[in-house]
Protein backbone atom coordinates (compact mmCIF):
# COMPACT_ATOMS: atom_id res chain seq x y z
CA UNK A 1 0.00 0.00 0.00
CA UNK A 2 1.32 3.26 -0.73
CA UNK A 3 2.20 6.27 1.74
CA UNK A 4 0.49 9.17 0.55
CA UNK A 5 1.74 12.96 0.14
CA UNK A 6 -0.10 16.11 -0.08
CA UNK A 7 0.90 19.79 -1.38
CA UNK A 8 -1.23 22.77 -1.32
CA UNK A 9 -4.52 21.10 -2.38
CA UNK A 10 -2.62 18.30 -4.26
CA UNK A 11 -2.44 14.96 -3.53
CA UNK A 12 0.06 12.80 -4.15
CA UNK A 13 2.97 9.17 -3.70
CA UNK A 14 4.86 10.68 -0.68
CA UNK A 15 8.14 10.63 -3.28
CA UNK A 16 6.96 13.26 -5.29
CA UNK A 17 6.39 16.23 -2.72
CA UNK A 18 8.83 18.85 -3.60
CA UNK A 19 9.42 21.62 -1.28
CA UNK A 20 11.86 25.39 -2.30
CA UNK A 21 14.59 25.35 -0.45
CA UNK A 22 13.26 28.96 0.30
CA UNK A 23 10.14 27.69 2.14
CA UNK A 24 10.41 28.99 5.67
CA UNK A 25 9.79 26.35 7.26
CA UNK A 26 13.20 24.97 6.19
CA UNK A 27 14.89 28.17 6.69
CA UNK A 28 13.32 29.15 10.16
CA UNK A 29 10.96 26.41 11.36
CA UNK A 30 8.82 29.14 10.84
CA UNK A 31 5.64 26.74 10.74
CA UNK A 32 3.43 24.35 13.00
CA UNK A 33 2.38 20.59 12.74
CA UNK A 34 -0.01 17.86 13.89
CA UNK A 35 -0.25 14.40 14.57
CA UNK A 36 -3.36 11.98 13.95
CA UNK A 37 -3.75 8.62 14.25
CA UNK A 38 -6.06 6.26 13.36
CA UNK A 39 -8.00 3.28 15.13
CA UNK A 40 -9.98 1.15 12.87
CA UNK A 41 -9.06 3.13 10.09
CA UNK A 42 -10.98 6.20 11.38
CA UNK A 43 -9.05 9.35 12.45
CA UNK A 44 -8.89 9.73 16.46
CA UNK A 45 -10.02 12.69 18.03
CA UNK A 46 -9.65 14.59 14.64
CA UNK A 47 -11.49 17.84 15.26
CA UNK A 48 -9.27 18.02 18.81
CA UNK A 49 -6.21 18.08 16.58
CA UNK A 50 -7.39 20.01 14.07
CA UNK A 51 -8.78 22.98 16.72
CA UNK A 52 -4.83 22.83 18.17
CA UNK A 53 -3.65 23.03 14.59
CA UNK A 54 -5.54 26.56 14.20
CA UNK A 55 -4.67 27.96 17.85
CA UNK A 56 -0.49 27.42 16.62
CA UNK A 57 -1.70 28.62 13.27
CA UNK A 58 -3.20 31.82 14.98
CA UNK A 59 -0.17 32.25 17.78
CA UNK A 60 2.18 32.73 14.72
CA UNK A 61 0.22 34.68 12.84
CA UNK A 62 0.30 31.83 9.85
CA UNK A 63 -1.81 32.63 6.62
CA UNK A 64 -4.53 29.20 6.85
CA UNK A 65 -5.13 28.61 3.02
CA UNK A 66 -8.00 25.63 4.20
CA UNK A 67 -10.82 25.80 6.65
CA UNK A 68 -11.03 23.07 9.16
CA UNK A 69 -13.60 21.53 7.40
CA UNK A 70 -11.55 21.10 4.30
CA UNK A 71 -8.50 19.60 6.06
CA UNK A 72 -10.77 17.53 7.87
CA UNK A 73 -12.25 16.18 4.26
CA UNK A 74 -8.57 15.91 3.62
CA UNK A 75 -7.24 13.85 6.41
CA UNK A 76 -10.02 11.27 5.53
CA UNK A 77 -8.93 11.25 1.61
CA UNK A 78 -5.52 10.53 2.40
CA UNK A 79 -6.26 7.84 5.02
CA UNK A 80 -8.46 6.57 2.02
CA UNK A 81 -6.09 6.38 -0.71
CA UNK A 82 -3.16 4.94 1.77
CA UNK A 83 -5.60 1.87 2.69
CA UNK A 84 -3.66 0.74 5.66
CA UNK A 85 -4.71 -1.16 8.75
CA UNK A 86 -4.05 2.03 10.34
CA UNK A 87 -2.46 4.87 9.83
CA UNK A 88 -0.32 8.11 11.32
CA UNK A 89 -1.14 12.00 9.38
CA UNK A 90 1.45 14.60 9.97
CA UNK A 91 -0.07 17.93 8.94
CA UNK A 92 2.45 20.93 8.09
CA UNK A 93 2.08 24.19 7.89
CA UNK A 94 4.24 27.39 6.94
CA UNK A 95 4.61 30.76 5.94
CA UNK A 96 5.48 29.57 2.54
CA UNK A 97 8.43 30.50 0.33
CA UNK A 98 10.14 33.96 0.10
CA UNK A 99 13.86 34.80 -0.07
CA UNK A 100 15.11 34.81 3.10
CA UNK A 101 14.79 37.57 5.88
CA UNK A 102 13.42 37.04 9.48
CA UNK A 103 11.04 39.48 9.28
CA UNK A 104 7.66 38.19 7.76
CA UNK A 105 7.24 38.73 4.03
CA UNK A 106 4.69 41.39 2.74
CA UNK A 107 3.29 38.77 0.66
CA UNK A 108 2.59 35.21 2.51
CA UNK A 109 1.74 32.35 0.97
CA UNK A 110 1.78 29.12 3.13
CA UNK A 111 3.12 26.18 2.29
CA UNK A 112 0.39 23.34 3.46
CA UNK A 113 2.17 19.49 3.65
CA UNK A 114 0.32 15.94 5.25
CA UNK A 115 1.79 12.46 4.73
CA UNK A 116 0.10 10.13 5.75
CA UNK A 117 1.98 6.32 6.83
CA UNK A 118 1.46 3.00 8.09
CA UNK A 119 1.24 3.29 11.86
CA UNK A 120 2.89 0.39 13.55
CA UNK A 121 1.71 0.19 17.14
CA UNK A 122 4.34 -0.06 20.25
CA UNK A 123 5.08 -3.58 21.62
CA UNK A 124 2.49 -4.62 23.37
CA UNK A 125 5.28 -5.80 25.59
CA UNK A 126 6.18 -2.41 26.71
CA UNK A 127 2.65 -1.79 28.01
CA UNK A 128 2.88 -4.50 30.22
CA UNK A 129 5.95 -4.02 31.57
CA UNK A 130 6.33 -0.39 31.85
CA UNK A 131 9.28 1.80 30.59
CA UNK A 132 12.17 3.77 31.52
CA UNK A 133 13.84 7.28 30.97
CA UNK A 134 16.28 9.47 31.95
CA UNK A 135 15.69 13.41 33.08
CA UNK A 136 17.35 16.42 31.24
CA UNK A 137 17.10 20.22 31.59
CA UNK A 138 14.66 21.69 29.70
CA UNK A 139 15.98 24.30 27.17
CA UNK A 140 12.93 24.59 25.07
CA UNK A 141 11.68 28.12 24.31
CA UNK A 142 9.15 30.37 26.04
CA UNK A 143 6.08 28.58 24.18
CA UNK A 144 5.50 24.88 24.67
CA UNK A 145 1.90 25.37 23.89
CA UNK A 146 2.51 26.15 20.29
CA UNK A 147 3.48 23.23 18.24
CA UNK A 148 5.73 24.60 15.43
CA UNK A 149 8.43 23.40 14.30
CA UNK A 150 11.16 24.07 16.32
CA UNK A 151 11.93 20.48 17.78
CA UNK A 152 15.86 20.75 17.67
CA UNK A 153 15.96 20.22 21.93
CA UNK A 154 13.37 17.32 22.13
CA UNK A 155 15.46 15.75 19.32
CA UNK A 156 18.66 16.24 21.42
CA UNK A 157 16.60 14.63 24.43
CA UNK A 158 15.30 11.53 22.37
CA UNK A 159 18.79 11.25 21.32
CA UNK A 160 19.96 10.81 25.10
CA UNK A 161 17.53 8.55 25.59
CA UNK A 162 18.29 6.35 22.76
CA UNK A 163 21.98 6.27 24.36
CA UNK A 164 20.61 5.41 27.67
CA UNK A 165 18.81 2.56 26.47
CA UNK A 166 15.54 4.32 27.76
CA UNK A 167 12.20 4.85 25.93
CA UNK A 168 11.57 8.60 27.45
CA UNK A 169 13.60 11.79 28.12
CA UNK A 170 11.47 13.58 30.51
CA UNK A 171 12.26 17.16 30.83
CA UNK A 172 13.03 19.19 34.17
CA UNK A 173 12.97 23.13 34.53
CA UNK A 174 14.07 24.47 37.62
CA UNK A 175 13.22 21.57 39.34
CA UNK A 176 10.04 21.31 38.14
CA UNK A 177 8.50 18.54 35.36
CA UNK A 178 7.54 19.31 32.48
CA UNK A 179 6.62 16.76 29.75
CA UNK A 180 8.35 14.54 28.12
CA UNK A 181 10.09 14.94 24.63
CA UNK A 182 7.54 13.41 22.84
CA UNK A 183 4.47 12.89 25.60
CA UNK A 184 2.83 14.34 28.23
CA UNK A 185 3.65 13.27 32.14
CA UNK A 186 1.32 12.26 35.06
CA UNK A 187 2.01 10.79 38.67
CA UNK A 188 0.21 9.16 41.01
CA UNK A 189 0.41 10.06 44.62
CA UNK A 190 -1.90 9.25 47.52
CA UNK A 191 -4.50 8.13 44.56
CA UNK A 192 -4.94 11.51 42.71
CA UNK A 193 -3.47 11.68 39.30
CA UNK A 194 -1.14 15.06 38.74
CA UNK A 195 -0.12 16.85 36.16
CA UNK A 196 1.69 19.81 35.20
CA UNK A 197 -0.94 22.57 34.34
CA UNK A 198 -1.97 24.32 31.16
CA UNK A 199 0.19 26.93 30.29
CA UNK A 200 3.11 27.75 28.21
CA UNK A 201 5.43 25.31 29.25
CA UNK A 202 3.78 21.88 27.97
CA UNK A 203 1.69 21.34 25.00
CA UNK A 204 -1.21 19.73 26.39
CA UNK A 205 -1.97 16.95 24.42
CA UNK A 206 -5.52 15.28 23.21
CA UNK A 207 -4.18 12.39 24.76
CA UNK A 208 -3.81 14.19 27.78
CA UNK A 209 -7.44 15.26 28.47
CA UNK A 210 -8.89 12.21 27.40
CA UNK A 211 -7.14 10.94 30.43
CA UNK A 212 -7.69 13.32 32.43
CA UNK A 213 -11.54 13.25 31.68
CA UNK A 214 -11.48 9.07 32.49
CA UNK A 215 -9.71 9.92 35.66
CA UNK A 216 -12.46 12.43 36.80
CA UNK A 217 -15.61 9.99 35.54
CA UNK A 218 -13.67 7.28 37.21
CA UNK A 219 -13.69 9.20 40.43
CA UNK A 220 -10.07 9.41 40.67
CA UNK A 221 -8.84 12.81 41.77
CA UNK A 222 -7.33 14.78 39.61
CA UNK A 223 -4.86 17.67 40.23
CA UNK A 224 -3.46 20.17 37.21
CA UNK A 225 -0.58 22.10 39.38
CA UNK A 226 3.45 21.88 39.06
CA UNK A 227 5.40 18.46 39.90
CA UNK A 228 8.65 18.64 41.55
CA UNK A 229 11.18 16.18 40.48
CA UNK A 230 10.98 14.53 43.89
CA UNK A 231 7.77 14.24 43.57
CA UNK A 232 8.20 12.34 40.61
CA UNK A 233 10.44 10.36 42.35
CA UNK A 234 8.72 8.94 45.06
CA UNK A 235 5.30 8.82 43.13
CA UNK A 236 2.98 5.84 43.83
CA UNK A 237 3.00 5.35 40.29
CA UNK A 238 4.17 7.39 36.56
CA UNK A 239 2.53 7.47 33.28
CA UNK A 240 2.88 9.24 29.94
CA UNK A 241 0.50 9.84 27.58
CA UNK A 242 0.63 10.97 23.99
CA UNK A 243 -0.78 10.18 20.09
CA UNK A 244 0.82 7.56 19.84
CA UNK A 245 2.00 6.12 23.40
CA UNK A 246 -1.15 6.25 24.27
CA UNK A 247 -1.90 5.09 27.89
CA UNK A 248 2.45 4.25 28.97
CA UNK A 249 2.86 3.31 32.58
CA UNK A 250 6.67 4.98 33.29
CA UNK A 251 8.26 2.29 35.96
CA UNK A 252 11.85 3.90 36.12
CA UNK A 253 13.70 7.12 36.15
CA UNK A 254 17.35 7.55 35.85
CA UNK A 255 18.27 4.16 36.74
CA UNK A 256 15.85 4.14 40.05
CA UNK A 257 12.09 2.64 39.98
CA UNK A 258 9.01 4.15 40.65
CA UNK A 259 6.90 3.12 43.01
CA UNK A 260 6.97 -0.95 42.69
CA UNK A 261 8.98 -0.59 39.17
CA UNK A 262 5.96 -2.37 37.08
CA UNK A 263 2.74 -0.73 36.40
CA UNK A 264 0.49 0.36 38.91
CA UNK A 265 -3.34 0.14 39.54
CA UNK A 266 -4.40 3.43 38.60
CA UNK A 267 -2.17 3.73 35.59
CA UNK A 268 -3.40 -0.02 34.52
CA UNK A 269 -7.43 0.87 35.13
CA UNK A 270 -6.74 4.18 33.57
CA UNK A 271 -5.17 2.59 30.04
CA UNK A 272 -8.04 0.09 30.28
CA UNK A 273 -10.29 3.18 29.86
CA UNK A 274 -8.49 4.52 27.92
CA UNK A 275 -8.38 1.27 25.23
CA UNK A 276 -12.44 1.23 26.17
CA UNK A 277 -12.87 4.85 24.90
CA UNK A 278 -11.39 5.11 21.70
CA UNK A 279 -14.89 5.05 19.84
Known amino acids: MPDIGFLNGRFMALEDVKISV ?15 RTYGGTPFRLQEHLQRLQRS ?6 PMPFTLDEWSDFV ?23 PRDHAFPGHQNATCVMTVRELRALDPALRRSGVSAI ?56 GRLCTAPEDARILSGVTRRLVLDLAR ?63
Request: net charge neutral.
Open 22 to 36: EDRGFQFGDGVYEVV
Open 57 to 62: VQALAL
Open 135 to 190: TTPDLRWGRCDIKSLNLLPNVLARQQAKEAGVFEAVFVRNDIVTEGAVSNVMIVSK
Open 217 to 279: KAGIGVQERDILLDELRAADEALLTGTTVEVLPLVRLDGRPIGGGAPGPVTTRLAGSFGDGRA
Open 76 to 98: REGVKRAGYSEHKIYIQITRGVS
